[in-house]
């Protein structure tokens, strides 16, 4: 983000502060609101959530008074008083992808039928998106990309969460040339499969989240997802499903993971290169291992301190998430670049496992919940198999078989709900790319 602060500087100067319209009013959200305020050049100029007390609440922690703030029920009300200056507060998120001065949708409220709803329709309100919903971009990224592109905006994941920060350090290694072995990131809680909302209510109202947020953190499916949309922007694929995990330590720049990613014929855990993988002990950070064949280079790489190689971990040790995402809405407005985007279809899936065993007849939910959790696999595996994608999991899903704990779901084990917006575009981005995925 190489002078982003003159350029925002110079919008702000010129009067042309980027109005960004914000759904979803929770605890990320606050914080980036609070973040925009306190910037150059941009301003949350319209937030929007179920409870309008949230949005409020968001206005008031960024210092912004009630005379500050207008209240709209309708589109126009949203236009007059964006015109005017004001802040503007709503519970209709649609009015978000309409109104005449937003210039960037911000998605944050981490539910994928929500998601699809608002990327669509302001993609074709020719608005770009920052898509901080990564569960949504993991089943229809390749799809809204796509889409941005024929209405001449961008889609885009967003700076600060894993898979955006972590494409800095990808970016910065190629083009110096280097091979990137391994691509990841790091976990900190201990990995708890069979954890639920229940199990974990204590914590969540102790640390003031989500049960199912903190379900969804300590049972993996949300590394599983961010790993995912890490593998469909770059095209590494994970060396197992689900990843090896292994612990390592941010001391001395994590220099065990430089024998640890070596492949197992050379002592390390690794069938293959090119790979995405999690580590236990290394959050909040991402990383990079890297290697050259050139023997100057190596000899360089040593000599700054990196070690012996023939592996180099490049560690950025934070993530500043929702705090960053201001940055990926002025690249987009300002440079016309994404942060991280899929490729043109999915390269990877995440994947649906069986949290307790599981009886036909009975329904199920998705993440963060007490049946299921995620995994990441390969799309070669996913169709050949008919692994279910787990974003497409909801809680009107119904098992058709009895199945077991620890069983990846497959398609003829459960009736889907196919009447969501996110199922049918979900079939349109498979027909767009010709994958053979038997969705019904």
């Known amino acids: 983000m190489l002078n982003m602060d003159t350029k925002l500087a110079k919008r702000q100067e010129e009067g042309k502060v980027i109005r960004t319209g914000v759904v979803g009013a929770g605890q990320m959200r606050r914080g980036m609101v609070t973040q925009m305020a306190l910037m150059k050049g941009i301003m949350p100029a319209i937030v929007s959530d179920i409870k309008m007390d949230n949005v409020i609440h968001a206005f008031h922690y960024a210092g912004i008074s009630d005379d500050q703030i207008a209240v709209a029920e309708t589109l126009e009300e949203a236009n007059k008083y964006m015109e005017m ?12 992808a309409q109104a005449n001065l937003v210039e960037c949708a911000i998605d944050v409220t981490g539910v994928p039928e929500v998601g699809v709803k608002i990327a669509t329709d302001a993609l074709k309100n020719h608005k770009h998106v920052v898509m901080m919903d ?12 796509k889409l941005g592109d024929q209405n001449g905006v961008i889609y885009t994941g967003s700076a600060g969460d894993e898979p955006g920060a972590v494409m800095e350090l990808y970016s910065f290694a190629k083009a110096m040339g280097m091979q990137v072995k391994v691509m990841g990131k790091g976990k900190n809680n201990k990995l708890d499969y069979a954890c639920n909302p229940d199990t974990v ?43 090896h995990g292994p612990s390592a330590s941010p001391a001395e720049r994590c220099k065990e993971l430089n024998a640890i990613f070596k492949l197992k014929k050379d002592g390390g855990i690794l069938n293959q290169h090119g ?11 991402v990383f990079v291992t890297v290697a050259t064949e050139n023997e100057e280079i190596s000899y360089q790489m040593q000599y700054h301190s990196m070690g012996p190689g023939p592996l180099w971990t490049l560690y950025r040790p934070y993530h500043l998430c929702n705090l960053e995402t201001p940055l990926t809405v002025a690249k987009a407005v300002i440079d016309s670049e994404p942060t991280i985007i899929p490729l043109a279809g999915p390269v990877n899936e995440c994947i649906t496992v069986a949290k307790r065993d599981l009886k036909a007849g009975e329904t199920i939910d998705g993440i963060g919940g007490y049946t299921t959790y995620g995994s990441i696999a390969t799309t070669e595996e996913t169709y050949k198999n008919g692994y279910v994608v ?3 999991v909801n809680k009107k899903t119904r098992m058709l078989k009895d199945v077991r704990k620890g069983q990846l779901l497959t398609l003829d084990m459960v009736e889907l709900d196919t009447s969501t917006q996110l199922y049918q575009t979900r079939k349109m981005q498979d027909r767009m790319y010709h994958n053979g995925y038997a969705l019904k």
């Open 85 to 96: 200056g004001k802040f503007v507060a709503t519970d209709h998120s649609d009015i978000i």
């Open 134 to 145: 990564v569960e949504t971009d993991v089943v229809i990224g390749s799809y809204l990309k």
């Open 201 to 243: 209510l204590e914590e969540a109202t102790r640390r003031k989240m989500s049960p199912r947020m903190l379900c969804a953190f300590k049972d993996g499916t949300k590394t599983m997802v961010e790993m995912t949309a890490m593998s469909n922007a770059t095209g590494l694929i994970p060396d197992v499903i689900g990843g």
């Open 275 to 285: 790979v995405v993988e999690y580590v236990n002990g290394i959050a909040p950070g």
């Open 390 to 392: 787990y974003g497409l």
